[in-house]
């Protein structure tokens, strides 16, 4: 699975593990899907706060503001947190991206993935 760094924290986070991780099958999806797809898709930025012409952000699991519920219909979290599958990093918000090619981080505008990510760590928690 793809690493990314979250819009809102910095933290790097693995896509598998949290509903707010794959916003440009999303906005695809948006622009492309059935109504269904699309409806469901306009609800979701309408709980996320996001206008409808703005892409939609990667939140790690403790920063999305929504998720599904047993029906798989969206809810509002109330309860926000970390997954802790792993250790929590943060990086400066915005110096890095997805590398399409490996699924690693990278630098923005770089094409190899960074390959000391850790020396970029700001904070990290449990």
Known sequence: MSLFSCANCGSVENTALTQCGHPSY???????????????????????????DKDFPEYCSACCPVAFDENGSFTTRINHGWH???????????????NPNTGNLR?????????????YFIKEEP
Do not use: A, W
Not at 34 to 43: A, G, P, S
Not at 107 to 119: A, M, P
């Open 26 to 52: 999303m906005d695809h999806m948006f622009k492309k899907g059935n109504e269904e797809t699309k409806k469901t898709l306009t609800e979701y930025k309408e709980k996320m706060g996001l206008p409808l």
């Open 84 to 98: 802790e599958s792993f250790t929590r990093h943060y990086l400066p918000i915005g110096m890095f991206e997805t």
């Open 107 to 119: 630098k923005v505008g770089e094409q190899k993935d960074c390959e000391n990510l850790e020396d």
